[in-house]
């Protein structure tokens, strides 16, 4: 069941959505330089944790206890998981860029979910609405970088 109704969200919500997802895409892909992938792949399965917490700090949403308990469980099963056999390597006690990146691309994430809370609690675009909007601002400023660069 399609709905026809015009979409009445703001743009600046839509411009700053598509450039918080692609932060996190930046972010995430240029982490891969310094951080093995395990540990991105780790980073990564935190997702769930900035999503909630920036969507109740910013996108006004509310979780239950046992919503973050479930999310704290995968987590630590994914890092579990993981690290299983993990043999400690010099490489990857190095801290540094690769982790600040991972955890700028981990609170762009949350920043993006909650901008989309936002949206929806404002003016209820649909999915395609919202899709299209993103994915039409995301391409114009990903367009610029590729001229600027």
């Known amino acids: 069941c399609q709905t026809n109704k015009k979409d009445t969200t703001h743009t600046g919500y839509y411009v700053s959505c598509s450039l918080t997802y692609l932060l996190a895409m930046v972010g995430s892909n240029l982490a891969l330089r310094w951080v093995p992938y395990p540990t991105q792949v780790v980073g990564k399965s935190a997702k769930p944790i900035p999503v909630m917490i920036l969507g109740v700090l910013i996108g006004r949403k509310s979780y239950s206890w046992i919503r973050y308990a479930c999310v704290l469980t995968i987590v ?12 400690t390597n010099k490489e990857t006690l190095n801290t540094g ?19 989309q809370e936002r949206m929806r609690s404002s003016s209820s675009p649909s999915g395609q609405q919202m899709m299209l909007a993103m994915n039409f601002w995301s391409t114009l400023m990903l367009g610029g970088a590729l001229v600027l660069s």
Request: hydrophobic share 60%.
């Open 97 to 115: 860029l690769g982790e600040l990146l991972l955890f700028l691309s981990l609170a762009m994430d949350g920043l993006t979910g909650a901008i």
């Open 76 to 87: 630590a099963g994914v890092v579990l998981f993981m690290f299983k056999e993990s043999k």
